[in-house]
C-alpha cells in the first residue's frame, strides 16, 4: 500500500515544527493582559494547543496594532476568512499542499486521507477542537436530508458513493472511499475550502437532534427564519463570516454583524500558530474593514488602508505611485496575476435562445470570434504592453504550460475569421454590413457586465470596433452582481464578462475543475455546472461531445493516484479547451498593483496574486504581519 506522510516540515508555508520544550516561555499579546489578570483568560501556554504551529518568516515582529482595509460590500466579511488562511491542509508558497491546522496527514493509495489534530487546539471560544467537530458535520449536517437536500456535497463521493468516515480518538479523523479522490485534499485548501468540521457545540442548540423541541421552535421563531434547518445554516456558515457568535479557528474573530460600516476583527486567544521566538499569533490585535464604495476604494487606499489589493485595478498604477513619491507613506508594488486572463468573454453555450444557442455551439463560431479579437491592440492601449497576449488559460509559469495554448485560434486573423463564418452559412447582412443570423436578426452580441469599470469598459469597445470588421456587433448590458449572474444561470444572457480563470499556474496535482463543466458559476456552461453540482435534480445534461470529453477526463483526474498521470489527464483537458475555444481571453499576467502602508512588515515585494489557488494574501500569512510603530512615526514626521 503506498502511503504518502505530511508533516509540519515546510518553510515555504511559514511553518515548521514546533513543541512546547521549544520555547521557555510562550509570549500572549499585551492586548490580553488585562483578561488573564482577571482570570478571564487562561495564560497563553494553557491557550495555545500541545504542539502549536511555528511560523517561518522574513522578519520576527511584534505584537500589537491594527491592519485597516477598504471593502465594497458587508458581504466582504468572507474576505477575511480567505486572507486568514486557517485550513486543515493549506498551500505553501511553492503551492505543494501541507498540514496547517492539523498537525500531520497520511495519503494512501490516492483514496484513504487520515487526519492527526493537535492536542490542546481550541475554538475561539476555548472550548476544544478534537474529532467531534468532524462527526457533528458527517453526520448531522452533511447526512441530514433537511439540511443538505442534495445530499452530503459532491466532492465526498466518488462514483456517487459517499466517503466513509472514521473517529479513531478524540485527535484522529479518516476519511476513505473504495476509489481515488485526488480533489479532496485542494478543496480542503481553496480559498473558499471544502469544511469538513463544524463547532457543533455552539450549533447543536440550532439543530432538531440535540435541542428541546418547545426551545428550538421558539429559536425559529425570534430569528424569523421558516425551519429549523434554515436557522442552522444561517448561523452556520463559516466561509460567510457574518456571525459573531459562530466559533472560528481564524486568527481574527468578527465583532459585529452586518449590516454595518465598518467591521472590527479581534485576535483569537486560542489562536494555534506562534513564531519562532513563542510570540502567539496574529501580530496585529485587530483588522478593521471600513465600507467604501469601490470606485472611491483605489483614491482612498493611500490614507485610510494598511494593505490593499481588492477594488484595486491596472488604470489606478499612475495615481497611486503618484500618491507613493509625494506622501511617502506607502508602496505601491506590482504583483503578477495568477488568472488565466485579465478579462475574459463567456459566449453561453446553454442560453435560453435557440438560434444563438445553436450559432455559438458551432465551433467555428467561437474561433472567428476569438480571431477577430485584436488581442495586441488590447495590450498596448489599455495595459501599456506589460501583459501576454491570448487564451484564458494556463500561463508561463504553470509546469502544465505549453505555448499553443495561448496562440491556438487567438492570433489576430481577420481574412480567416470571416472565412469561418461564411462556411457557417453566415453570409447574409443587413445594415451596418452587420450580418444576420439564421432567423434575420442581425448579429448583435449583447455582453451582460457586472460593473462599468474604465477598463472594462475600454476593452470591449476595442472587441467591438475588431468584431465590426468581421460583420458581428457588439453592445454591453450592465446589472448589479447578483442580477448579472442570475441571467446568467437562468440562460437568459448570451454572452458575458468576467475574469478569466482563477487557477491559471496550476500543476498536475491541483484540480481542472475550471476547466470542465463542474459548476454552475462557470459563465459559458451555467446550466451544465448546475446539473453536475445538483446530480441531475437543476440544470441541463452536458449534451456536446468535446464538453462531455471534459467531464470524463475531470473523473479520471479524480480517480488517478499519481502525478503523471494527473499531468496526461490536465493535457488531454487543455488541448480540448484550446481547440473548442469556449471562452475568449484578451490579456493575461496584466500586474496586480499592492498598496502597502510603510509600517506593515513582512508583505512580499513580488508574489502571485491569485484567488485559488493560495486565496490572494492568505497564502503569505497575513498572520505574520507586523505593524512598525517607529516606522509609522517617523513617516509621519517627514510630512
Not at 495568477?338 to 435560453?352: D, E
Not at 475555444?581 to 506593515?600: A, D, K
Request: charged share 25%; hydrophobic share 35%.
Amino acid at each position: 500500500m503506498k502511503r504518502r506522510d505530511f508533516l509540519l516540515t515546510s518553510l515555504g508555508a511559514g511553518l515548521v515544527m514546533g513543541a512546547p520544550s521549544a520555547f521557555a516561555d510562550f509570549i500572549s499579546s499585551p492586548f490580553f493582559k488585562d483578561a488573564e489578570a482577571k482570570g478571564d483568560l487562561p495564560p497563553v501556554a494553557e491557550r495555545l494547543p500541545k504542539n502549536p504551529a511555528v511560523a517561518a518568516m522574513p522578519e520576527i515582529g511584534r505584537q500589537g496594532g491594527e491592519i485597516r482595509m477598504l471593502m465594497a460590500s458587508d458581504k466582504d466579511t468572507r474576505i477575511l476568512v480567505a486572507y486568514s488562511y486557517a485550513r486543515l491542509v493549506c498551500y505553501d508558497r511553492d503551492y505543494k499542499l501541507v498540514p496547517d491546522i492539523c498537525e500531520s496527514f497520511t495519503e494512501e493509495e490516492g483514496r484513504i486521507f487520515t487526519f492527526k489534530l493537535r492536542e490542546g487546539h481550541k475554538w475561539s471560544d476555548g472550548e476544544p477542537f478534537t474529532s467531534d467537530a468532524f462527526r457533528y458535520f458527517w453526520e448531522d449536517v452533511a447526512n441530514n436530508e433537511e439540511l443538505m437536500p442534495t445530499g452530503v456535497p459532491k466532492i465526498l463521493t466518488v462514483d456517487g458513493k459517499p466517503a466513509k468516515v472514521e473517529y479513531p480518538d478524540a485527535l484522529t479523523v479518516r476519511y476513505s472511499w473504495d476509489k481515488p479522490n485526488a480533489e479532496f485534499l485542494p478543496q480542503l485548501a481553496g480559498a473558499s475550502p471544502l469544511y469538513i468540521y463544524r463547532p457543533g457545540h455552539y450549533l447543536k442548540k440550532f439543530h432538531e437532534k440535540h435541542q428541546d423541541a418547545a426551545k428550538l421552535a421558539e429559536a425559529v421563531k425570534e430569528s424569523g427564519q421558516p425551519s429549523w434547518a434554515a436557522l442552522h445554516n444561517r448561523r452556520d456558515n463559516q466561509y460567510r463570516n457574518d456571525n459573531p457568535k459562530l466559533p472560528s479557528l481564524d486568527p481574527w474573530v468578527l465583532q459585529n454583524k452586518p449590516p454595518a460600516e465598518r467591521f472590527i476583527f479581534k485576535r483569537n486567544p486560542y489562536y494555534y500558530r506562534v513564531d519562532e521566538k513563542g510570540q502567539q499569533l496574529p501580530y496585529a490585535d485587530q483588522v478593521v474593514f471600513t465600507k467604501t464604495d469601490s470606485k472611491l476604494i483605489p483614491a482612498k487606499a493611500a490614507d485610510d488602508s494598511d494593505l490593499q489589493a481588492r477594488n484595486i485595478r491596472f488604470d489606478n498604477y499612475t495615481f497611486l505611485k503618484e500618491k507613493e513619491e509625494k506622501q511617502r507613506k506607502i508602496w505601491v508594488r506590482l504583483w503578477d496575476d495568477g488568472r488565466g486572463s485579465k478579462l475574459a468573454l463567456y459566449p453561453n453555450l446553454t442560453t435560453n435562445d435557440v438560434v444563438w444557442r445553436g450559432v455559438l455551439r458551432d465551433v467555428r463560431c467561437r474561433r472567428a470570434l476569438s480571431m477577430a479579437i485584436n488581442r495586441d491592440e488590447i495590450n498596448q492601449a489599455i495595459y501599456f504592453g506589460l501583459g501576454v497576449p491570448g487564451n484564458n488559460t494556463v500561463l508561463n509559469f504553470s509546469p502544465l504550460y505549453k505555448p499553443e495554448y495561448t496562440t491556438t485560434w487567438a492570433t489576430y486573423d481577420v481574412d480567416q475569421a470571416n472565412q469561418l463564418l461564411d462556411e457557417m452559412g453566415l453570409t447574409k447582412r443587413g445594415d451596418n454590413n452587420i450580418r444576420l443570423l439564421p432567423d434575420g436578426r442581425p448579429m448583435i452580441v449583447i455582453v451582460d457586465t457586472a460593473g462599468e469599470s474604465t477598463e472594462e469598459t475600454d476593452v470591449l469597445q476595442l472587441v467591438r470596433d475588431s468584431w465590426k470588421k468581421i460583420g458581428v456587433d457588439l453592445f454591453t448590458k450592465p446589472s448589479e452582481l447578483e442580477v448579472f449572474r442570475n441571467r446568467i444561470f437562468a440562460g437568459e444572457s448570451i454572452m458575458s464578462v468576467w475574469v478569466g480563470v482563477d487557477n491559471g499556474f496550476p500543476n498536475a496535482d491541483m484540480s481542472p475543475w475550471e476547466f470542465t463543466p463542474t459548476s454552475q458559476q462557470q459563465l459559458q456552461w451555467a446550466k451544465w455546472g448546475q446539473y453536475y453540482e445538483t446530480k441531475g435534480e437543476a440544470g441541463e445534461k452536458v449534451d456536446m461531445p468535446e464538453a462531455q470529453k471534459l467531464a470524463e477526463l475531470m473523473d479520471a483526474w479524480r480517480q488517478a493516484t499519481k502525478s503523471d498521470a494527473r499531468a496526461k489527464t490536465w493535457n488531454e483537458i487543455l488541448a480540448i479547451w484550446t481547440d473548442q475555444v469556449y471562452t475568449f481571453g484578451t490579456v493575461s499576467n496584466v500586474p496586480q498593483p499592492v498598496v502597502v502602508n510603510r509600517h506593515l512588515h513582512n508583505v512580499p515585494e513580488k508574489a502571485i496574486w491569485s484567488w485559488e489557488p493560495g486565496a490572494q494574501f492568505g497564502v503569505y500569512k497575513p498572520d505574520t504581519f507586523w505593524l512598525d510603530e517607529n516606522r509609522r512615526l517617523s513617516t509621519v514626521a517627514d510630512q
